[in-house]
C-alpha cells in the first residue's frame, strides 16, 4: 500500500505536506539513504515512515501505516483495544524516541542474522514495542532462510532478550494482532530453517519444564490469538460500540476467548498465522481456528491469491477440515483472488492445488474453471517443485474425486515438463521426488506421456537414481508397471542397486541399528539384537486427519508399501528380478516380518499376495520360508473382513492358483478362505469398481472347483454378480478370438502342420470345467483325430529379466543349452533353489503362473489327452527349412504316446518316428559339451522305464517335495532312486498325480 502511494509522486507529496526539498534533507539526516535508489524497497521504506501525513480536514488520517517508524499515521490493532477510528500509538514509537526508530529502519534493512543479533542489545531490547520485537524475528526469519544461517540460537542472549520483552509485552496486553501474527511466523520459519526450536516434541522436557524462551514465546502467541467460544460458550451477543471489545467473556472457562474489532482484522494476519501454525506442524485448537475464520468472514473482499494459497496450503498440510464456515469463505474467494492474471503467481496456483487434493476436496466448478486457466496462465514460470506439486495435485482430485484434468491442462504439463527435464540451468531441475511424482501423475492418469517427454524422464531417472528414496525407487516403478512401460536397461539396472543399498544399509522398518535379515547378519557379522516396534499413541489432536492421508515413512526407510509396490511392479512387467533384487527384496519383507508384522494394510497384502504368486515363488530367507509364508497369511486373515471388493477377489484368486500351481495340501493356507467365498457371495456386481474384478472372481471359482482338493463347495453367488462375470468373460474370449491378435509365428506354425497333413482346428473353444459359469478355454491348434492341443508359447507365456529386455541372449544362441531346452516344465523356484541341477535356470524359459494355469486346466479336459507346447526360443534353434521335420517330430511324439493309450502298447515299440527329432536335439546338446540323454529327455536304454518315471514323477511334485527329492537322490544309483521315488509316490494321494502314481505302483520293484 506504501509503495502504491508514493508512487503517485513522492516529490509533491512532500512538497505539499513540509514545503522543503525531500532528497538533500534526509539524505543529511540519514546519510545511508544516499546508497538507495529511488524508487526501490528500502527508499520507499524510508519515505513512507520519515514523511509526516498530510492534514485532512475530517481529521483523519491518509491510511498509511507509520506505526513504529516514528510516523504521526495510524497504527492498526495496537494494544488490541482500539475500536472505531481512535488510534492508540506505541509509547516507544513515538517521533521522540530517535534511538528506537534508528533502530527499526536498521533492523528493516539489515541483510543478515548477525546483524540483526547485535542491534538487538539486551540493555536496550527492554524498551522495545510490540513493532520492533516483530521486526528483529521478521527480518532474522527472513534472513536465517536466505543465507542459510545455521547457528543455533536458542539461548543467545540477544533472541532471549527478544523473547522475554515479547513475554512481558503479551502479559501486559501490549502485543497487538499484526505482530502476533508476524512474530509467530517468524518463529514458524526460524525453526524450519534449523536455527531455533519453538516446537517440543519431547514429553518429558515439556512435564519437566525444561523449554527454551523461544517456546514460551510460542505457547504466549497461541494463547494471544483471538478465540470464539462455541455455541454454549459465547453468552449474549455483545455491543459492537462496547468501549471494549476484548473484554474476557464471563461465561467462558477459558479467561483467553477473545473477540477482535473489524478494523484490526487481516486477511494477511489471519492466514500468516495458520501458515505458521502449518510449518511446524502444530494444529490450533477449535476456538482459534473459529476466530480465523470470524476474522477472515468480517470483509471477504480483502482475500487475496496468496492469502487463498497460504489458507488452503496451511489447511492441506495439517489435513484439517475447515467445515462449511471454512469451505464456504474458501469457495468465494478462489474465483475472485484468481480472476486477474496479474494478482497471482505459480506458487500461488501451486499451493492451492496441492491444498485440495490433501483435503480430498475438489474445488467447486466456478474455482476449478479459473484454476485451470490460471495453471495455463502461469505454465512458463513453474519451478519444478511447483510444477510437481500441481501434477501430482491434479492426479489425485482425478483419482479421488473423478475430477478430470483439461486438454489444456495436460498440454501445459507437457510442455512444461519437457523443457524443465531438457533445461540447462542446475536450480531449474526435478530432484529424485519431484520426478517421482511426475511419474505417478501419469500413471495415477493412466495416460502414457509422450514419447520425448518419455525418454527424458528415463535419462532423469538414471541420473537421480543415487539420491532416491526408497518412497521413488518404489513410485517410478510402480508407474512404469501401471503404464506398461518399461525403463531402459541403465535406468532400471541404477534403480536397483540403488534398492540394493539402501537395504544393505538397513533402510527398512526401524532403520539403521533394527533388526537386519539373516542374510545380512552372517554376511556382515553384525548380531544385532531384536528389538520391537513400539508406536507412541496418538494425539487427541490426530483424530482431525483423514484416513487416506496418513503419513507413511517410505521417505526414508522401506516399509510394507514400498515393498509391495516393487514386488507388484515386477510381477505386473512379468519381469523377474535378479538375484541381488531378489534377495534385497527378501530381506526387507524378512525384517518387516519381525519388526512391523501387524502393520501390513489390506492394500499392501493384497499387492504382495498377487505379486508373489505372478512371479511364482513366496519370500524366504532360509529357513524363514514358513514363517514368512505365515506372516503374509496372518495379514489375510486380519483384513478378510477389510478387503475392498477387488482386493477380496484378487486375494482369492492368488490363494487358489497357489494351492494349485503348489499341488501340496500340507502347504500354509489362510484360515479365512472360507470366511472371504462366504462375503464374496453377499456382494453385487455394483461394489466392484471395474469388471476386472468381477472376472477374477470367476477365474477365483474356476480354480476352486476344477484344481483344488479337499476344499469345501463354494457357496451361491448373486446372480448380478454371475451376469456381470459372463459379460465381461464373453468381452475378454472376443478380444482373444480376433485374429488379428494370432502372432507371425503362430500363423507360421499352423502352415507347417498343414503341410505336414496333420488335421486342425485353430483358435477352438473347449468347455469344460465351472466357475461361476460353464468355463471354456481357447487353444492355439487342436488335431481332432488324436484329441491333442498344440500351444505356440510366446515370449509373453515365460519371465523376462533385466538384464536382457530384448532376449538377445535367445537371438545370439548363447543362453540355450541342453538342460535349458528341457527347463520350461520346470517351476520358477528352482532358479533360487540351490541345487546343482537348477540353480542355472533362466527365467526366459520358465513358463508363468498364467501358462501353468493354462496346461493345468487342459489337462483336465476329458477330450484332451495330450498337450505340445512350442515354446519360441525351441523354435527359433531350429533353422527355418528345418522347422517341418522339428515339428513333425514333436507331434508325431505326442500322437504316438496317445496311440499307445488307446492300444494299450508301450510307448517305447512305437518311437521310431521320433528318432530323428531326438537325433536333433541330441546334436544341439552335444556342440554345447552338456549330456545329451539328460537334454533331450531320451532314456538311457540301459535305464529303463524307472528312470523315466522318476523323472516324470520329480517334475510332477510339489515345489517342497521336488526339492527334499532331489536332495535325498544326488548321486544315488538308479536302483536307490527308484525306491527312493517308489515310496514317495506310495505315501501321495493326491488327485493330480493318481495316473502318474498307478504306472509307478504297476511298475513295482
Known amino acids: ?122 540493555g536496550l531490547v527492554n524498551k522495545f514495542s510490540a513493532v520492533n520485537v516483530s521486526t528483529a524475528l521478521s527480518k532474522m526469519a527472513k534472513n536465517a532462510k ?20 515479547a513475554l512481558e509485552l503479551l502479559k501486559m496486553n501490549q502485543f497487538p494482532h499484526r505482530p502476533v501474527c508476524n512474530s509467530a511466523h517468524a518463529l514458524a520459519t526460524l525453526q524450519q530453517a534449523g536455527v531455533l526450536t519453538v516446537t517440543e516434541k519431547d514429553k518429558k522436557k515439556k512435564e519437566n519444564g525444561n523449554v527454551t524462551p523461544a517456546q514460551s514465546v510460542w505457547r504466549a502467541l497461541f494463547d494471544a490469538m483471538p478465540r470464539v467460544a462455541s455455541e454454549l460458550e459465547k453468552g449474549p451477543p455483545r455491543d459492537p460500540n462496547a468501549l471494549n471489545p476484548n473484554a474476557l467473556n464471563p461465561k467462558s472457562p477459558n479467561p483467553k476467548l477473545q473477540t477482535l474489532h473489524p478494523q484490526e482484522t487481516s486477511a494477511r494476519q489471519s492466514t500468516m498465522f495458520l501458515y505458521a501454525a502449518a510449518l511446524v506442524k502444530e494444529i490450533p485448537c477449535d ?55 496479474t494478482e497471482f503467481n505459480s506458487q500461488n496456483v501451486a499451493n492451492t492445488w496441492w491444498g485440495f487434493a490433501r483435503l480430498r476436496r475438489a474445488p467447486n466448478p466456478e474455482s476449478v474453471k479459473v484454476l485451470s486457466a490460471a495453471i495455463v496462465t502461469v505454465q512458463n514460470e513453474f519451478k519444478p517443485q511447483e510444477l510437481a506439486n500441481c501434477m501430482w495435485a491434479r492426479a489425485t482430485l482425478s483419482s479421488s474425486q473423478n475430477l478430470p484434468v483439461e486438454q489444456s491442462v495436460k498440454a501445459a504439463f507437457d510442455s512444461v515438463a519437457v523443457t524443465t527435464l531438457t533445461g540447462n540451468s542446475s536450480t531449474q531441475k526435478f530432484k529424485a521426488k519431484e520426478l517421482s511424482q511426475v511419474f505417478w501423475h501419469y500413471a495415477s492418469l493412466g495416460v502414457s506421456p509422450p514419447q520425448k517427454l518419455w525418454l527424458e524422464m528415463d535419462s532423469a531417472a538414471r541420473r537421480l537414481a543415487p539420491f532416491q528414496s526408497p518412497m521413488d525407487v518404489s513410485l517410478v516403478l510402480w508407474a512404469c508397471a501401471t503404464l506398461d512401460l518399461k525403463p531402459s536397461l541403465e535406468t532400471w539396472l541404477a534403480m536397483q542397486r540403488r534398492l540394493a543399498d539402501l537395504v544393505k544399509r538397513g533402510f527398512v522398518g526401524s532403520g539403521p541399528g533394527g533388526v537386519p535379515s539373516e542374510r545380512l547378519v552372517r554376511k556382515e557379522g553384525d548380531d544385532v539384537g531384536r528389538t ?244 471354456s478355454q481357447t487353444v492355439d491348434f487342436f488335431l481332432p483325430d488324436w484329441n491333442v492341443v498344440v500351444e ?86 531350429v533353422k527355418h527349412g528345418e522347422q ?41 546338446a552335444t556342440e554345447k559339451g552338456v549330456d545329451s540323454s539328460f537334454a533331450s529327455g531320451s532314456e538311457n536304454p540301459n535305464a529303463g522305464n524307472k528312470q523315466s518315471l522318476c523323472r516324470r514323477w520329480i517334475d510332477a511334485c510339489s515345489v517342497s517335495q521336488r526339492i527334499k527329492l532331489e536332495v535325498e537322490l544326488l548321486g544315488a544309483e538308479d536302483d536307490a532312486r527308484w525306491r527312493v521315488v517308489r515310496a514317495a509316490a506310495g505315501r501321495d494321494a493326491t488327485k493330480v498325480r493318481a495316473a502318474l502314481r498307478g504306472e509307478i505302483e504297476t511298475t513295482g520293484e
Not at 536466505?146 to 520483552?165: I, Q
Not at 528380478?577 to 494394510?601: M, Q, V, Y
Open 1 to 122: 500500500a506504501a509503495a502504491r502511494r508514493v508512487g503517485r509522486g513522492v516529490r509533491e507529496l512532500a512538497a505539499t505536506t513540509t514545503g522543503r526539498t525531500l532528497c538533500p534533507y534526509q539524505g543529511l539526516q540519514t546519510p545511508n539513504l544516499l546508497f538507495r535508489t529511488p524508487g526501490s524497497p528500502g527508499f520507499v521504506r524510508w519515505v513512507v515512515s520519515a514523511v509526516p501525513a498530510p492534514p485532512r480536514s475530517d481529521g483523519k488520517s491518509d491510511g498509511t501505516d507509520r506505526r513504529g517508524r516514528g510516523g504521526y499515521g495510524e497504527t492498526r490493532g495496537s494494544n488490541r483495544g482500539g475500536h472505531g477510528d481512535v488510534r492508540v500509538r506505541p509509547s516507544d514509537g513515538r517521533p521522540g524516541n530517535h534511538q528506537l526508530r534508528d533502530i527499526q529502519r536498521k533492523l528493516v534493512d539489515a541483510l543478515d542474522v548477525r546483524t540483526i543479533l547485535g542491534l538487538c542489545d539486551p
Open 146 to 165: 536466505r543465507t542459510r544461517f545455521v547457528t543455533k540460537l536458542d539461548h543467545h542472549p540477544s533472541l532471549v532478550a527478544l523473547c522475554e520483552r
Open 287 to 341: 476456538e482459534i481456528l473459529a476466530g480465523i475464520w470470524n476474522e477472515l468472514g468480517v470483509d471477504e473482499s480483502r482475500i487475496a491469491s496468496h492469502h487463498v494459497s497460504n489458507l488452503v496450503w496451511s489447511l492441506g498440510t495439517l489435513q484439517l477440515d475447515p467445515g462449511l464456515t471454512g469451505w464456504g469463505i474458501i469457495d468465494r474467494a478462489v474465483p475472485s483472488a484468481f480472476a486477474n492474471k
Open 532 to 775: 520391537r516396534d513400539t508406536t507412541l499413541p496418538r494425539s487427541s489432536q490426530s483424530q482431525r486427519y483423514t484416513q487416506p492421508q496418513q503419513k507413511r515413512s517410505g521417505d526414508s526407510v522401506l516399509e510394507w508399501q514400498q515393498v509391495s509396490n516393487l514386488v507388484w511392479s515386477y510381477a505386473k512387467l512379468r519381469v523377474f528380478p535378479d538375484r541381488g533384487t531378489k534377495n534385497a527384496l527378501d530381506d526387507a519383507f524378512h525384517r518387516l516380518a519381525h519388526e512391523k508384522p501387524e502393520s501390513i494394510t489390506a492394500q499392501d497384502t493384497s499387492m504382495l499376495l498377487w505379486g508373489y504368486v505372478t512371479l511364482g515363488f513366496m519370500p524366504g530367507v532360509g529357513d524363514d520360508n514358513v514363517r514368512n509364508f505365515r506372516t503374509l497369511f496372518d495379514a489375510v486373515d486380519r483384513h478378510a473382513n477389510v478387503f475392498k471388493p477387488d482386493e477380496l477377489t484378487n486375494a482369492l484368486w492368488c490363494l487358489a492358483v497357489w494351492r494349485a500351481v503348489e499341488g501340496s495340501a500340507s502347504a500354509p493356507f489362510p484360515k479365512s478362505y472360507n470366511a472371504m467365498w462366504q462375503r464374496l457371495a453377499v456382494l453385487e456386481s455394483t461394489d466392484f469398481s471395474t469388471s476386472d474384478g468381477v472376472l477374477i472372481a470367476h477365474h477365483a471359482a474356476t480354480v476352486h472347483n476344477e484344481l483344488l482338493t479337499g476344499v469345501d463347495e463354494l457357496p451361491v453367488m448373486k446372480q448380478s454378480l454371475i451376469i456381470a462375470a459372463e459379460t465381461a468373460w464373453k468381452t475378454q474370449s472376443t478380444q482373444h478370438s480376433d485374429p488379428s491378435n494370432v502372432s507371425g509365428s503362430q500363423g507360421r506354425v499352423g502352415a507347417v502342420l498343414s503341410k505336414i497333413g496333420f488335421k486342425y482346428q485353430s483358435e477352438l473353444e473347449l468347455f469344460g470345467g465351472r466357475g461361476f459359469f460353464q468355463a
Open 792 to 877: 505356440y508359447d510366446g515370449p509373453h507365456h515365460f519371465y523376462d529379466v533385466v538384464s536382457d529386455p530384448k532376449r538377445a541372449r535367445f537371438h545370439n544362441g548363447g543362453l540355450v543349452d541342453a538342460f535349458a531346452l528341457n527347463a520350461h516344465t520346470n517351476y520358477l523356484d528352482h532358479a533360487f533353489t540351490p541345487n546343482a541341477h537348477t540353480t542355472n535356470i533362466d527365467p526366459g524359459v520358465t513358463k508363468n503362473v498364467n501358462t501353468r494355469l493354462r496346461d493345468l486346466f487342459l489337462a483336465k479336459k476329458e477330450n484332451v489327452q495330450k498337450v505340445v507346447s512350442l515354446p519360441w526360443w525351441e523354435m527359433r534353434l
Open 884 to 924: 517341418e521335420k522339428w515339428l513333425e517330430g514333436k507331434v508325431g511324439k505326442a500322437i504316438d504316446e496317445v496311440k499307445a493309450s488307446r492300444e494299450g502298447k508301450d510307448v517305447e515299440a512305437i518311437r521310431g518316428v521320433n528318432d530323428v527329432a531326438i537325433r536333433e536335439v541330441n546334436d544341439v
